[in-house]
């Protein structure tokens, strides 16, 4: 009877072991991909207020190119009427 009782005691010392061993090979796993997971979250917050600064600058640049695209097109339109008047005094 003893022997069967060793037995199971050194039975279950090895699985408990095994369990503790996996268990903080799993937490040390576990942090290393939460520790990856902040860099990206990290490195996404940097490409977003970088990609807010750009269309800041966008936002700005497009009032100014519909200015130049309206003072074009005023130039088109009185230099095509000056061409116009041009032809017919010829």
Do not use: P, W, Y
């Not at 040390?28 to 979250?41: G, P």
């Not at 977003?48 to 003072?71: E, F, H, P, Q, Y």
């Amino acid at each position: 009877m003893e022997s069967s009782l060793i037995f199971l005691t050194i039975l279950l010392s090895i699985f408990l072991a095994l369990f503790l061993l996996l268990g903080i090979v799993l937490i040390i796993k576990c942090i290393q991909i939460a520790n990856r997971v902040k860099d990206i979250t990290e490195k996404t917050s940097h490409v977003v207020d970088k990609l807010d600064g750009i269309t800041d600058t966008l936002k700005k640049a497009s009032g100014s190119i519909a200015v130049g695209r309206l003072v074009a097109k005023a130039f088109e339109h009185f230099s095509s009427k000056h061409d116009k008047t041009k032809q017919e005094e010829a």
